[in-house]
T-cell receptor, first 111, second 115 residues
Protein backbone atom coordinates (compact mmCIF):
# COMPACT_ATOMS: atom_id res chain seq x y z
CA UNK A 1 0.00 0.00 0.00
CA UNK A 2 1.34 3.40 -1.03
CA UNK A 3 2.31 5.72 1.83
CA UNK A 4 3.26 9.37 1.46
CA UNK A 5 5.30 11.21 4.08
CA UNK A 6 5.91 14.95 4.26
CA UNK A 7 8.69 16.58 6.22
CA UNK A 8 8.63 18.86 8.11
CA UNK A 9 5.10 18.75 9.54
CA UNK A 10 5.33 22.45 10.32
CA UNK A 11 7.67 25.26 9.33
CA UNK A 12 7.89 28.94 10.28
CA UNK A 13 10.30 31.27 8.47
CA UNK A 14 10.77 35.02 8.01
CA UNK A 15 9.51 36.66 4.87
CA UNK A 16 11.93 36.64 1.93
CA UNK A 17 13.60 33.32 2.68
CA UNK A 18 13.85 30.50 0.17
CA UNK A 19 12.55 27.19 1.51
CA UNK A 20 12.18 23.53 0.61
CA UNK A 21 9.36 21.16 1.47
CA UNK A 22 9.97 17.43 1.23
CA UNK A 23 7.75 14.56 0.17
CA UNK A 24 8.58 10.84 0.00
CA UNK A 25 6.54 7.88 -1.18
CA UNK A 26 7.05 4.16 -0.61
CA UNK A 27 6.01 2.73 -4.00
CA UNK A 28 7.89 4.20 -6.95
CA UNK A 29 5.33 2.88 -9.45
CA UNK A 30 3.47 6.17 -9.74
CA UNK A 31 1.88 7.89 -12.73
CA UNK A 32 2.27 11.44 -11.45
CA UNK A 33 2.82 13.59 -8.38
CA UNK A 34 0.82 16.70 -7.54
CA UNK A 35 1.48 19.53 -5.07
CA UNK A 36 -1.45 21.42 -3.57
CA UNK A 37 -1.96 24.23 -1.10
CA UNK A 38 -4.87 24.35 1.33
CA UNK A 39 -5.92 27.44 3.21
CA UNK A 40 -7.72 26.99 6.56
CA UNK A 41 -11.24 25.62 6.10
CA UNK A 42 -10.91 25.66 2.32
CA UNK A 43 -10.51 23.19 -0.50
CA UNK A 44 -7.30 22.37 -2.34
CA UNK A 45 -5.61 24.52 -4.95
CA UNK A 46 -3.41 22.67 -7.43
CA UNK A 47 0.09 24.14 -7.66
CA UNK A 48 2.11 21.79 -9.85
CA UNK A 49 1.70 18.42 -11.53
CA UNK A 50 4.73 16.32 -12.47
CA UNK A 51 4.19 13.32 -14.72
CA UNK A 52 6.31 10.24 -13.90
CA UNK A 53 8.45 10.83 -17.01
CA UNK A 54 9.33 14.38 -15.94
CA UNK A 55 12.01 15.59 -13.53
CA UNK A 56 10.66 18.99 -12.56
CA UNK A 57 8.00 21.63 -13.10
CA UNK A 58 8.08 25.37 -12.48
CA UNK A 59 5.36 27.95 -11.90
CA UNK A 60 6.40 31.44 -10.88
CA UNK A 61 8.30 31.25 -7.58
CA UNK A 62 7.55 27.53 -7.22
CA UNK A 63 9.69 24.68 -8.47
CA UNK A 64 8.90 21.03 -7.88
CA UNK A 65 11.29 18.17 -8.58
CA UNK A 66 10.66 14.45 -8.82
CA UNK A 67 13.10 11.57 -8.31
CA UNK A 68 10.83 8.63 -8.99
CA UNK A 69 13.44 5.91 -8.43
CA UNK A 70 14.24 7.12 -4.92
CA UNK A 71 10.61 7.98 -4.12
CA UNK A 72 11.19 11.67 -3.43
CA UNK A 73 9.90 15.06 -4.42
CA UNK A 74 10.72 18.56 -3.25
CA UNK A 75 8.81 21.81 -3.52
CA UNK A 76 11.06 24.86 -3.61
CA UNK A 77 9.52 28.25 -2.79
CA UNK A 78 11.65 31.26 -3.66
CA UNK A 79 11.45 34.64 -1.90
CA UNK A 80 8.64 33.58 0.43
CA UNK A 81 5.77 35.99 1.19
CA UNK A 82 3.15 36.07 3.98
CA UNK A 83 0.53 35.08 1.38
CA UNK A 84 2.36 31.77 0.97
CA UNK A 85 1.22 30.75 4.46
CA UNK A 86 -0.91 27.62 4.09
CA UNK A 87 -0.74 23.86 4.35
CA UNK A 88 1.10 22.25 1.44
CA UNK A 89 0.03 18.77 0.41
CA UNK A 90 1.85 16.24 -1.73
CA UNK A 91 -0.10 13.48 -3.49
CA UNK A 92 0.72 10.66 -5.91
CA UNK A 93 -1.35 8.69 -8.41
CA UNK A 94 -0.55 4.98 -8.53
CA UNK A 95 -2.50 1.94 -9.67
CA UNK A 96 -5.86 3.27 -8.47
CA UNK A 97 -7.41 6.29 -10.13
CA UNK A 98 -7.40 8.50 -7.07
CA UNK A 99 -4.63 10.32 -5.26
CA UNK A 100 -2.75 9.15 -2.13
CA UNK A 101 -1.94 12.12 0.08
CA UNK A 102 0.61 12.99 2.73
CA UNK A 103 -0.44 14.74 5.93
CA UNK A 104 0.96 18.03 4.72
CA UNK A 105 3.41 20.71 5.82
CA UNK A 106 1.90 23.64 7.71
CA UNK A 107 3.85 26.70 6.56
CA UNK A 108 3.88 30.10 8.26
CA UNK A 109 5.72 33.04 6.70
CA UNK A 110 6.40 35.75 9.28
CA UNK A 111 6.06 39.35 7.99
CA UNK B 1 -20.11 29.12 -11.90
CA UNK B 2 -16.60 27.99 -12.65
CA UNK B 3 -14.42 25.10 -11.56
CA UNK B 4 -15.84 22.63 -9.04
CA UNK B 5 -18.68 23.66 -6.74
CA UNK B 6 -20.04 21.86 -3.69
CA UNK B 7 -23.24 22.33 -1.69
CA UNK B 8 -23.91 22.73 1.10
CA UNK B 9 -20.71 24.23 2.47
CA UNK B 10 -21.64 23.30 6.03
CA UNK B 11 -23.97 20.57 7.30
CA UNK B 12 -24.94 19.48 10.79
CA UNK B 13 -26.95 16.29 11.09
CA UNK B 14 -28.09 13.79 13.67
CA UNK B 15 -27.17 10.13 13.49
CA UNK B 16 -30.67 9.16 12.30
CA UNK B 17 -30.90 11.77 9.54
CA UNK B 18 -30.56 11.27 5.80
CA UNK B 19 -28.83 13.98 3.81
CA UNK B 20 -27.00 14.38 0.50
CA UNK B 21 -23.91 16.27 -0.57
CA UNK B 22 -23.78 17.66 -4.09
CA UNK B 23 -20.85 18.32 -6.37
CA UNK B 24 -20.87 19.90 -9.82
CA UNK B 25 -17.93 20.41 -12.14
CA UNK B 26 -17.95 23.05 -14.90
CA UNK B 27 -14.67 21.94 -16.52
CA UNK B 28 -15.93 19.38 -19.02
CA UNK B 29 -14.11 16.57 -17.21
CA UNK B 30 -15.07 12.90 -17.37
CA UNK B 31 -13.90 11.66 -13.95
CA UNK B 32 -15.09 12.69 -10.49
CA UNK B 33 -13.94 11.78 -6.98
CA UNK B 34 -15.02 11.96 -3.34
CA UNK B 35 -12.35 12.42 -0.67
CA UNK B 36 -12.62 12.61 3.12
CA UNK B 37 -10.37 14.84 5.24
CA UNK B 38 -10.43 14.12 8.97
CA UNK B 39 -8.42 15.92 11.61
CA UNK B 40 -4.88 14.59 12.03
CA UNK B 41 -5.24 12.17 9.08
CA UNK B 42 -4.26 12.43 5.41
CA UNK B 43 -6.93 13.02 2.79
CA UNK B 44 -8.52 9.66 1.94
CA UNK B 45 -10.01 8.63 -1.39
CA UNK B 46 -13.58 7.33 -1.01
CA UNK B 47 -15.03 6.87 -4.50
CA UNK B 48 -14.01 7.32 -8.13
CA UNK B 49 -16.34 7.67 -11.10
CA UNK B 50 -14.86 7.50 -14.59
CA UNK B 51 -17.22 8.06 -17.53
CA UNK B 52 -20.09 7.84 -14.98
CA UNK B 53 -19.09 4.33 -13.94
CA UNK B 54 -17.79 3.66 -10.45
CA UNK B 55 -14.24 2.36 -10.79
CA UNK B 56 -13.04 2.54 -7.21
CA UNK B 57 -14.66 2.07 -3.81
CA UNK B 58 -11.98 2.44 -1.21
CA UNK B 59 -13.62 0.16 1.42
CA UNK B 60 -16.11 2.84 2.42
CA UNK B 61 -18.95 1.86 4.82
CA UNK B 62 -22.36 1.39 3.20
CA UNK B 63 -23.80 4.35 5.13
CA UNK B 64 -22.08 6.43 2.40
CA UNK B 65 -23.73 5.93 -0.99
CA UNK B 66 -22.43 7.74 -4.10
CA UNK B 67 -24.44 8.60 -7.19
CA UNK B 68 -23.15 9.95 -10.50
CA UNK B 69 -26.11 10.66 -12.85
CA UNK B 70 -23.90 12.32 -15.50
CA UNK B 71 -20.28 13.38 -15.96
CA UNK B 72 -20.92 16.83 -14.42
CA UNK B 73 -22.71 15.88 -11.21
CA UNK B 74 -21.76 13.73 -8.25
CA UNK B 75 -23.73 13.11 -5.07
CA UNK B 76 -22.87 11.52 -1.75
CA UNK B 77 -25.94 10.21 0.08
CA UNK B 78 -25.55 9.93 3.83
CA UNK B 79 -27.64 7.88 6.28
CA UNK B 80 -27.24 6.71 9.89
CA UNK B 81 -23.82 8.31 10.20
CA UNK B 82 -21.60 8.15 13.26
CA UNK B 83 -19.90 11.07 15.06
CA UNK B 84 -16.53 9.85 13.73
CA UNK B 85 -17.81 10.57 10.21
CA UNK B 86 -17.53 14.29 10.98
CA UNK B 87 -14.99 15.64 8.50
CA UNK B 88 -14.44 17.83 5.47
CA UNK B 89 -15.72 16.06 2.35
CA UNK B 90 -14.02 17.15 -0.84
CA UNK B 91 -15.05 16.56 -4.42
CA UNK B 92 -12.60 16.62 -7.32
CA UNK B 93 -12.66 16.15 -11.08
CA UNK B 94 -10.16 15.44 -13.84
CA UNK B 95 -10.02 14.67 -17.54
CA UNK B 96 -8.81 11.12 -18.00
CA UNK B 97 -7.67 9.99 -21.44
CA UNK B 98 -6.57 6.49 -20.59
CA UNK B 99 -3.00 7.31 -21.60
CA UNK B 100 -1.88 9.23 -18.53
CA UNK B 101 -3.40 10.57 -15.35
CA UNK B 102 -4.25 14.25 -15.32
CA UNK B 103 -4.41 17.06 -12.81
CA UNK B 104 -7.27 16.88 -10.32
CA UNK B 105 -9.22 20.02 -9.45
CA UNK B 106 -10.94 20.28 -6.08
CA UNK B 107 -14.07 21.95 -4.81
CA UNK B 108 -14.20 23.97 -1.56
CA UNK B 109 -15.58 21.05 0.43
CA UNK B 110 -18.54 20.41 2.72
CA UNK B 111 -17.82 20.60 6.44
CA UNK B 112 -19.96 17.84 7.98
CA UNK B 113 -20.70 17.56 11.69
CA UNK B 114 -22.56 14.51 13.00
CA UNK B 115 -24.14 14.93 16.41
Amino acid sequence: KQEVTQIPAALSVPEGENLVLNCSFTDSAIYNLQWFRQDPGKGLTSLLLIQSSQREQTSGRLNASLDKSSGRSTLYIAASQPGDSATYLCAVTGGADGLTFGKGTHLIIQP
Amino acid sequence: ETGVTQTPRHLVMGMTNKKSLKCEQHLGHNAMYWYKQSAKKPLELMFVYNFKEQTENNSVPSRFSPECPNSSHLFLHLHTLQPEDSALYLCASSQETGFYYNEQFFGPGTRLTVL
